[in-house]
């Protein structure tokens, strides 16, 4: 069974950093993708970072440059290293994989709807 757990959040000031990391067990030989959204207060979640099994990544625009994802796979855990943060950076932050190849494009998706299994998500709050 497939379970995701976030960790890592916290409250930076702008310009700190934070590394986010994500516990992946049960049948981890399925994951084809995996990545990191977020949600703001009264806003829609978004695509943050994703990468695919043969380590390739994909990147928001607004955290290009700033977030690098990256996965260990004898942990079977996923990271989100998080540097130059912003207050627009506040959110609640999940980790998400998917376990279906199938239709699956190139780059790893951002999109909420090609994830399968959800973390419960880790806050993680940037002052001015």
């Known amino acids: 069974q497939v379970q995701l757990v976030e960790s890592g959040g916290g409250s930076v000031q702008s310009g700190g950093s934070l590394r986010l990391s994500c516990a992946d067990s049960?049948?981890?030989?399925?994951?084809?993708?995996m990545g990191w959204f977020r949600q703001a207060p009264g806003k829609e979640r978004e695509g943050v970072a994703a990468?695919?099994?043969?380590?390739?990544?994909n990147y928001a625009d607004s955290v290009k440059g700033r977030f690098t994802i990256s996965q260990d796979n004898a942990k079977n855990t996923l990271y989100l290293q998080m540097n130059s943060l912003k207050p627009e950076d506040t959110a609640m932050y999940y980790c998400?994989?998917?376990?279906?190849?199938?239709?699956?494009?190139?780059?790893?998706?951002?999109?909420?709807?090609?994830?399968?299994?959800w973390g419960q998500g880790t806050q993680v709050t940037v002052s001015s």
């Open positions: 998400a994989t998917r376990i279906s190849y199938y239709g699956l494009g190139f780059p790893p998706p951002l999109k909420e709807y090609e994830y399968n299994y």
């Open positions: 049960g049948y981890t030989y399925r994951r084809y993708s």
């Open positions: 990468i695919g099994r043969d380590g390739s990544t």
